[in-house]
Structures are given as structure tokens and as C-alpha cells.
């Protein structure tokens, strides 16, 4: 992806120009180490940056499918002299599609994380549903299509189910807050997860929480979560393999519309110290362990 104003920020060119100079040996990950990185929309257009991204990734890191996480956290360390790396994917946009099949053209398989209200919203409505509880700006350079603003049909997510990709919950309706009142906490956490499994027919057994999740995750959801599901995947950056928590999974975020500096800087150990702050502070709000 080149430079253009009207998808990159002054900071995005600042941190891509940084990133491109930390070069290669900045991954100098442990081979045990986990990187999650997760995605939002995922453009028809935007297709081959997506085919760049992952060729420059998988020459650093083993791809490792999502069923892999069980082995990696309650199970034996993964046999492999590279570090591992799980493609996550946000917020259930129909444009997500065109990303899994670009994972299947290189063999891996993506976990997709579903916002249940969204999916069931009537086609006609859910770009206003987007716009109302998922994200309040989409940028229209970006985001041309019906597609991208629009949400996967129970039916095509139990297709991708078939193809190998796993579903996830990111709450019910996207409108997640740590202060909401018991009833929503347990819409949000359990009846989203027995409304997937009612689609695809399969257990669900990954949740991750929308925003921030210090904004939707207090001790209370947690305890449900803790309960209910055996991954948490949080939004904060940060080492997984030092300290091995199912449920406390640190990602970090890329675009595919993002410059290659940039999604060097995200996927290098820069993000682990930048966001270190807040994720003790979550740890703490969770009361981890
Ligand atoms: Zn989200």
C-alpha cells in the first residue's frame, strides 16, 4: 500500500517510517511466543495488500489455525522452531469473506468474532446498526461497498464453520460495558454464545469483548466469561507466551489498508511496551487469576 491522505493519518506515516526501520531482526520473538492480530473490514479492493501481508508474515511466524489454541494454552507447547501467529477478525463484516478466501489460497484458516444482533438485523438496516453500535465513523474511501458496512448471514457463517474457520462471540450487540446491569451481562455473554452455537452447531469456546476492553470487561464479566468460555481475547498488545493465560489473550491490530511500516511497528514488540500501561491496569481491574 503507498502513501495516500485519504486513508493515512500524519500518526499512521509516523509510526509506518519507524516500523520500516526496525527492520527484520526486530521480530526477535521467542519460538514459543503467540502473536494474535486482529482485523475489521476487509475490502474486496484492498485484497492483494492482504496477499503482501501475509506473505511477509508467514516467512516470520507458523500460521496456526485457531483449534490450535488449545493445544498452545491447556495442552503441550506447539512443536516449531518459529514463533506463532492466529489471524482474528472483528465484528462479523460481510466483507470478511474475501479475507478468508485468501487465507484458504495459502492453507490457513481464520477465527472470526460475531456480533449475533447484527447478523440477524434485516439487510436494508444494518449499515445504520453498524453505524449506531459498531463503529459511529466509516470512511467511504475505504469502505465503497454495501459489503463493508453489512454483516455475515447465519448461513455463510455456517459455510466458513465447514471450511475450517471458527466463530467467535464479541457480545451480543456490540454495547458491552462493564457497569451493565447483571440481565445484559448475561445477554451479552451467554445468550451470544447459544445463539451462534444454534447457527453453526458447534460449540463456542472464544469470546472477545467490543472497544477497549477495560471499558467492557469488569470482575463480574469476566467471572462469566471465565465460566462460560475457554479464551478470552482481549484488545490490549502483549506478550502471550511469558505468561500463558487462556483467558487474558493480548492482540494487536492491523488494517489491511494500513502501510507496511506500520503493520511492521504493530507486529514487532514496540506495541507489547507502548500499551503496557493499561494492560496492567485491566489485569488488575479483572483481578487475573
Ligand atoms: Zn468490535
Redesign the pocket.
Known sequence: MNFNPNYHTINHVIKSFIGSFQGITHFNYTPDELLVLNL?STPLWLLDEFRKIIRFLEKRFNIIHPDQLEEYYYGYPLASNKPKLLFTF??GLKNNIHALNVLNEFGYRGLL?I?PEFAETPEHDQHNYYRNH??SYINAKIDRLPEDVSALSPEILRNLVLEGHVVGS?SYT?TMMNNDHPDKQIREIIESKNKLESWIKKPVTHF?A??NSARSVGKEQMQLIRSHYRFFHSTFPGSNGSAKSPHFIKRVNIETFWLMGAIKFACSTAEWHRWAGQRDLFSEQIDSQ
Request: charged share 25%; aromatic share 16%; net charge negative.
Open positions: 475489521h472483528d465484528d468474532f456480533v459498531i463503529r464479541h456490540h472477545c467490543p472497544f
